[in-house]
T-cell receptor, first 114, second 113 residues
């Protein structure tokens, strides 16, 4: 099955700096890569996703890049703010009707220092 | 408000005492799923359901049961809980089984003594 590895497990950044989280996946058939943010005491919430026909996607301060050849994808958060402090999960899926399962990374705890 | 609800939010029980965690969504989603979250392991899928009366095992189904008698509800049943099932559980739903946004519930913190 798909194996998703996520690094680092914890990340502390100064407010205003950038944060980068990296994930690798094992199954070359995976083609859908979402990122979820989990705030304290809440369930994960989708913040951005990318599909294999796109190399990069941006949404305001958040961007995701995908390198299918190397089988890795990354989340970039620019100009970090205290509300960016949370646990972030990457995931991968084949995205097919008969094989949709999302495989998650272990998570990255991001702390933004004021 | 569109949401996934879970009950209870917190539960402390003893080994062997059957329990049910309820999950309900009001978005008319076809796909529902249960995950458990453990430190250093991320989210692991327990069971999922593609529609009413259609369920299948995820990665860690041992010790759990589910049912999908109605589209909106997807309860998780632990017939004989054990301490290794102490975890944070999440229910999630999405419109279709294809690669769509999954909406997660707020979580249920279960402790089995």
């Amino acid at each position: 099955g798909e194996n998703v590895e996520q690094h680092p497990s914890t990340l502390s950044v100064q407010e205003g700096d950038s944060a980068v989280i990296k994930c690798t996946y094992s199954d070359s058939a995976s083609n859908y890569f979402p990122w979820y943010k989990q705030e304290l005491g809440k369930g994960p919430q989708l913040i951005i996703d990318i599909r294999s026909n796109v190399g990069e996607k941006k949404d305001q301060r958040i961007a995701v890049t995908l390198n299918k050849t190397a089988k890795h994808f990354s989340l970039h958060i620019t100009e970090t703010q205290p509300e960016d402090s949370a646990v972030y999960f990457c995931a991968a899926s084949k995205g097919r009707a008969n094989d949709y399962k999302l495989s998650f990374g272990a998570g990255t705890t991001v702390t933004v220092r004021a | 408000e569109a949401q996934v609800t879970q009950n209870p939010r917190y539960l402390i029980t003893v080994t062997g005492k059957k329990l049910t965690v309820t999950c309900s969504q009001n978005m008319n989603h076809e796909y529902m799923s249960w995950y458990r979250q453990d430190p250093g392991l991320g989210l692991r899928q327990i069971y999922y359901s593609m529609n009413v009366e259609v369920t299948d095992k995820g990665d860690v189904p041992e010790g759990y049961k589910v049912s999908r008698k109605e589209k909106r509800n997807f309860p998780l049943i632990l017939e004989s809980p054990s301490p290794n099932q102490t975890s944070l559980y999440f229910c999630a739903s999405s419109l279709y089984i294809r690669a769509d946004t999954q909406y997660f519930g707020p979580g249920t913190r279960l402790t089995v003594l």
